[in-house]
Structures are given as structure tokens and as C-alpha cells.
């Protein structure tokens, strides 16, 4: 199949062919590193230690370095499931944001800033951390230097920062983000491994879907101004289409294009990767939820998978905790995972950000068949 046909079809469409296209075979690929760890206790400490010296170390990446973490801290802190703690089941927990400091730190991380786009809120992260029930003075004494930024609206910043999409934009051609995102040497993306209502699962790469500042693409957001104090999420304009960013964004690069969150849920969150590409994913596995990113869907479970994972490029990293959840990370529309979807990991591909081909990725540590636990649909 040319390439032109290929995007013609769309790239998530149809079924992934032996003979791949060019691009296919040329993405980018990295080693993933996987470790087992039963809890968040003791044991985690030497096992991230691990995770990350099978990739080669922190030092090489984030010496002398600003480090920003984006969190996942979906849906508000008052929803929970069965009661338990947000960390154990769709938020990132906190016990792996301490540890991570601690390490980026003792590898030489000049700063470290935690982030996130505080749902329904321009408030400061601290608040909606203490909300979630955390430990926010744990947090500050894990390293030196140690920033909050709520990256819903302009924060701390004085200007928003334009991020061009690498490649051909599906959606939107750059997206205005929060100074956080651009004023930083490294990123990284701290991610569940769960399932998402429309993305089929959600993990490092779609953890950063919550970079883009409601106070710009949120249901309330400033028609000619961003709307410094949002209190709503990014339905209309992410997930249905149904408006416009305010002026301050490029607008849609096709506005005939189709207005489902199937559809464009997956190519924000490709495109996101491509202007704002991630340094390090981390996938928390210990204990997590399937069947949904969060409490508000039904049908919501309660997993234990134990595991860890982490790669320096988000399409390989996820690629392989898909292949962990018993999923076909190569699947079409219509198959597994992507049952209602497109397929995000191949629309990254054709974006050149890194391989689907599980042939083509080293995984150091546990295999994938030792750390297989199988999700819903699986």
C-alpha cells in the first residue's frame, strides 16, 4: 500500500498489513523497561531504582536539567471509587511522585515542577492536592527545588507558548500552552495503566491530552480572551467540536471533518505528542482501575497488575503497556482495545513519533509475558 493510499484510508481505519509503508518501518523506536512491584510501600523505591537504571539511567537525561512531571489527576478529587484512595485507583499516586523527585533529584535535576490542568479549577495545585488528600509537605521535601504549577490557564506565566504539530496536524495545527510545558529542559509524563472510555486506554501518551488549558479549549473558555478562571472541562471543544478555542488558537484545520470524540480524541492526543514530545514515560501499574479512566464510567474495576514501566519515547513505552494489558497495540478500529476508536498509537506513527512494531522494541527487565495481566476485552 503507497503512503498516499495508506492516508487516505486513514492510517486507523483499516486493518495494520505485514508489508507496512515506509514511515512504518523508518518510526522511531527505544528501549521499555518493565520491573515488578507489588506495592507502594518498601518495595517501591528499589524498584523504580531499577526501572530506570535498565534504561540507562536519569543522569544522562536530567542532569543539570528542569524537569516537569505532568500528573494524572483526572476528574475531580470528590469522586472516588468504592472510597478508596484517588492514587490506588485513577490518579497517579503519590508514593511514585515522591520517589520520582527523590531519584530525579539524586541524578542532578537543577528543578523539578509537578503540573497538571486541575479539573474545573485555575486554583493553585497545591489546593487541589490537598483536596485529593496528599501530603503536599512530603512532596516539597522529595528534592530541592520542588514547583507546583496549575497548568489550566496562564499560572505563573506571562504568556501563553504556541506549539506547533510536527508533521501534518489531524485536528489543530499548534496548541497554546501554559509557560510550564516550554520552560523546561525535560518532560515527563507519570501515567495509570487503565482503560479510557474513548481512547481504548489511556497512558502516557494520553495523560498529556490535560496539557491543553481549559482556559483556551474548555466548554467556558473566552471566545476573543482566554478566560483566566475556567470551571468547566474540554468537551465542546475537544471531544465534540461543537465550538471553537478562543481566537488566541489557530483554528481547525478542517472544520468539516467529523465531529465524534471517537475520532477526535485520538489525533488531539497524537498531535499533542507531536508539539509537546515527551522525555520519559512512566506507566503505574501496582494497583489501578479497567474499564474507564475514572469513577464517573460504568463498569469500573478494581486491578492489580504489579507492575512498572518506563521508556524515553511515549509511543514505544505505550505501545509495549498495551501489549502488557493483553491488548494488539497495532489493532484497527473495530478490535480490542479500540473497539469505538481510532487507533492513537498508529496515528503517532504516521506522525514519525515512534514504532507500533512490538518486533522492533527492546523491553529490558520483566518480558512482556511475565508482566501480562490481562484487561477487559483482552
Known amino acids: 500500500m503507497k503512503r498516499r493510499h495508506f492516508l487516505a484510508a486513514g492510517a486507523a481505519s483499516v486493518p495494520f498489513l505485514a508489508n507496512s509503508p515506509a514511515w512504518?518501518?523508518?518510526?522511531?523506536?527505544?528501549?521499555?523497561?518493565?520491573?515488578?512491584?507489588?506495592?507502594?510501600r518498601e518495595e517501591l523505591l528499589p524498584a523504580?531504582?531499577?526501572?530506570?537504571?535498565?534504561?540507562?539511567?536519569?543522569?544522562?537525561?536530567?542532569?543539570?536539567?528542569?524537569?516537569?512531571?505532568?500528573?494524572?489527576?483526572?476528574?475531580?478529587?470528590?469522586?472516588?471509587?468504592?472510597?478508596?484512595?484517588?492514587?490506588?485507583?485513577?490518579?497517579t499516586h503519590p508514593s511514585t511522585?515522591?520517589?520520582?523527585?527523590?531519584?530525579?533529584?539524586?541524578?542532578?535535576?537543577?528543578?523539578?515542577?509537578?503540573?497538571?490542568?486541575?479539573?474545573?479549577?485555575?486554583?493553585?495545585?497545591?489546593?487541589?492536592?490537598?483536596?485529593?488528600?496528599?501530603?503536599v509537605r512530603r512532596l516539597k521535601a522529595a528534592a530541592k527545588n520542588v514547583e507546583f504549577e496549575n497548568t489550566n490557564a496562564l499560572g505563573l506565566g506571562k504568556k501563553y507558548h504556541r506549539f506547533a504539530v510536527s508533521g501534518k496536524p489531524y485536528?489543530?495545527?499548534?496548541?497554546?500552552?501554559?509557560?510550564?510545558?516550554?520552560?523546561?529542559?525535560?518532560?515527563?509524563?507519570?501515567?495509570?495503566?487503565?482503560n479510557h472510555a474513548t481512547c481504548g486506554v489511556t497512558l502516557t501518551m494520553k495523560n498529556i491530552f490535560g496539557i491543553t488549558p481549559a482556559s483556551i479549549y474548555?466548554?467556558?473558555?473566552?471566545?476573543?480572551?482566554?478566560?483566566?478562571?475556567?470551571?468547566?472541562?474540554?468537551?465542546?471543544?475537544?471531544?465534540?467540536?461543537?465550538?471553537?478555542p478562543s481566537k488566541i488558537a489557530l483554528p481547525e484545520v478542517d472544520l468539516n471533518s467529523p465531529r465524534d470524540a471517537h475520532y477526535r480524541m485520538p489525533r488531539i492526543t497524537a498531535e499533542l505528542n507531536a508539539a509537546r514530545p515527551i522525555d520519559i514515560g512512566f506507566i503505574d501499574g501496582i494497583e489501578t482501575v479497567s474499564g474507564g479512566e475514572g469513577p464517573w464510567i460504568r463498569g469500573l474495576k478494581l486491578e492489580s497488575p504489579g507492575i512498572l514501566i518506563?521508556?524515553?519515547n511515549a509511543v514505544t513505552t505505550?505501545?509495549?503497556?498495551?501489549?502488557?494489558?493483553?491488548?494488539?497495540?497495532?489493532?484497527?478500529?473495530?478490535?480490542?482495545?479500540?473497539?469505538?476508536?481510532?487507533?492513537?498509537?498508529?496515528?503517532?506513527?504516521?506522525?514519525?513519533?515512534?514504532?507500533?512494531d512490538l518486533k522492533r522494541i527492546e523491553v529490558v527487565g520483566t518480558s512482556i509475558e511475565q508482566a501480562r495481566y490481562r484487561f477487559p476485552g483482552a
Open 218 to 244: 474548555g466548554d467556558n473558555a473566552g471566545v476573543d480572551e482566554p478566560n483566566e478562571s475556567p470551571t468547566s472541562g474540554r468537551g465542546k471543544v475537544c471531544h465534540e467540536g461543537s465550538r471553537a
Open 318 to 356: 505505550d505501545v509495549v503497556g498495551t501489549a502488557v494489558m493483553g491488548y494488539d497495540p497495532r489493532a484497527p478500529k473495530g478490535a480490542g482495545a479500540f473497539a469505538k476508536c481510532d487507533n492513537t498509537f498508529l496515528l503517532a506513527e504516521q506522525l514519525g513519533l515512534g514504532t507500533t
Open 171 to 194: 485536528i489543530f495545527p499548534a496548541y497554546e500552552l501554559n509557560h510550564s510545558y516550554y520552560d523546561t529542559d525535560v518532560f515527563v509524563s507519570m501515567a495509570k495503566l487503565k
Open 97 to 135: 511522585i515522591e520517589v520520582m523527585a527523590h531519584l530525579l533529584d539524586r541524578a542532578g535535576a537543577r528543578r523539578i515542577r509537578l503540573v497538571e490542568s486541575a479539573w474545573g479549577t485555575a486554583g493553585p495545585l497545591e489546593e487541589y492536592m490537598l483536596d485529593s488528600g496528599w501530603n
Open 310 to 312: 518506563a521508556g524515553t
Open 24 to 40: 512504518a518501518k523508518e518510526a522511531p523506536t527505544a528501549p521499555v523497561s518493565i520491573v515488578k512491584c507489588p506495592t507502594y
Open 48 to 91: 523504580m531504582e531499577k526501572l530506570f537504571d535498565q534504561m540507562g539511567g536519569l543522569g544522562r537525561i536530567v542532569k543539570n536539567k528542569t524537569v516537569t512531571i505532568k500528573l494524572n489527576l483526572t476528574g475531580s478529587p470528590g469522586l472516588r471509587f468504592q472510597g478508596k484512595a484517588l492514587g490506588v485507583t485513577h490518579y
